[in-house]
């Protein structure tokens, strides 16, 4: 199997898009103007979170996704946590895309896959000395 260091520029539509749906959630969260029926206070007490630092997250979170926005080749040096975000919008939006992008969509979760095992297997080139 050929790894492409680049995503192909399909791909990089697809997670362009990804990117402003999250951004555009986050945006909403950070306005307090959640599509959803969130009670943002009460998940706040509930986990010891002060506003501050409910905001300040999010914040970090735009800038991230902004910054993958950009440029998805960032994508591959997300956090975990952040690639799971990432998966879950893919998840729930694949259906919009797999009619007239079917080999992005499906190498998009592969690449996603490949990025994953990376990071569980911590390759370490120094290992290699």
């Known amino acids: 199997m050929i790894v492409h260091r680049d995503f192909t520029h399909v791909q990089r539509l697809l997670i362009r898009n990804i990117c402003t749906e999250q951004l555009e959630s986050l945006n909403r969260l950070l306005n307090n103007e959640s599509l959803a029926d969130i009670d943002v206070d009460a998940y706040l007490h509930e986990w010891d979170i002060t506003k501050e630092e409910f905001e300040e997250q999010l914040i970090k979170n735009i800038r991230k996704f902004k910054k993958v926005a ?17 998966r879950h919008i893919l998840f729930h939006v694949e259906d ?8 992005a969509v499906s190498n998009l979760w592969r690449r996603l896959f490949l990025i994953e095992h990376v990071m569980e297997t911590q390759f370490d080139f120094n290992q290699l000395n």
């Open 96 to 103: 919009r895309y797999k009619e007239k992008y079917p080999n």
């Open 70 to 86: 950009k440029d998805p080749d960032d994508l591959r040096v997300l956090h975990e946590g952040d690639l799971s975000i990432f």
